[in-house]
């Protein structure tokens, strides 16, 4: 099993400059063999009869993959020795970056989706650094031995569990500080898989009047952290564009202005995580649309939408559920809102209508609750909860015929 802790850093003033310093020599690294492989690119992306007749056909060279990249290394540490206090592996890592971003862009990743091209990053825009293996033993009390780096606080504010070892390390730099995340594992804990009920099933309906509604008529506030927190937003970056570029006065109202956008996108996720922790107390299966929330984004509603963060809550949502045996299913969101969830008809309506009144069959009730019993319906015909089904009817079945073979009943 496989699960990351995430902790507090404490550095020293020294260490502070020592990881700032790190950073932006391996942020110049990052830009450098990134601008190689762009050179390749476009030096060799077109085949040579297609070519115009009268052309500069520049020297041909191998394609720079993540073998010959790394082969450069201990070149980079010859022509320049400062980058001698970094350990191997780090530098090594952002060959590995580099090329999991180059690939995304060429090829796509598991998934097929293509991602932009990749863009150089300016040094406040490298914030992490990984190490791929770490010793065993590395934590010692509250203190972390960083390799070619050295021992540095930690906040431990919980412990980490038996038998799990530290596999790889990565520290990163926020707004408020230095933080650091442990990839932990323990082969003999075993993968946990799916034992669910699928008869406790519950449809949720995402909105913008309530965060979410469920099939079962219950509702949740959305907290709106953003817009609570746009008045403070505003006084601070007013006080951003007054300072003058470079100055330290300004500096200092940008970390100001950082903080304050996490303080916000932690209260966020501490509602996402919590909400998720409710439902799946709850419920054995939660069903949702499948919705396209960058679409959503672009419209006259975006502010609201992203606010609300409905791609982190069903992400955070998905991956507690795979943790704890349950299930997530995403079903088609087209007219889930315009259907009776009763009749079936289509009952057309636009959205500043929010009660669902069919003419049909004359219910009525909350656009939200209708749109949500709809999502449940739907998910009922998902392949995995029909397999479940027919297990657990199977098992009553042998149960029911081994008490009788047996007498007792």
Known sequence: MRTAYQYRLRPTKQQVANLDRWLAMLCSQYNYLLAD????????????NACPLVCHLPELRDNPDYYSQKKTLPQLKKTHPWYGEIYSQVLQDVVKRVKVTFDRFLKGDNNGKRTGKPRFKASKR??????????????QGN??????????????????PDSFKVKTASVTKKADGYYLTLSLEDKTVPEI?????????????????EFLTTSEGETIAIPQCYRQAQKRLRVIQ???????????????????????????????????????NWLLSKYDVVAHEDLNVKGLARTRLAKSVLDAGWSSFLSILANKAENAGLLVVPVSAHNTSQDCSNCKEKVP?????????CPHCGL???????AAINIKNRAEGHPVL?????????RIGCEAYTNLSTGMV
């Open 37 to 48: 492989r762009f050179n390749w690119y476009e030096q060799n992306r077109s085949p040579i």
């Open 143 to 160: 203190l972390i031995n960083l390799p070619m780096f050295g021992k540095v606080k930690v906040v431990l504010h919980r412990p980490i």
């Open 193 to 209: 898989k799916p034992n669910f009920n699928p008869d406790k099933i519950v449809g949720i309906d995402v909105g913008l009047k």
């Open 364 to 370: 009525r009730l909350d656009r939200d609750w209708n």
């Open 126 to 139: 490298y914030r992490t650094f990984t190490y791929p293996q770490m010793k065993e033993g590395c934590l």
């Open 349 to 357: 309506k636009n959205l500043h209508i929010r009660v669902h009144d």
């Open 386 to 394: 029909k397999a479940q089904r027919l297990l657990s009817d199977s």
């Open 238 to 276: 007013k006080r951003v564009s007054r300072r003058k570029r470079g100055s330290n006065g300004r500096l200092k109202a940008i970390q100001q202005l950082g903080k304050q956008h996490k303080k916000v996108a932690d209260k966020r996720k501490d509602f996402h995580f919590k909400t998720a």
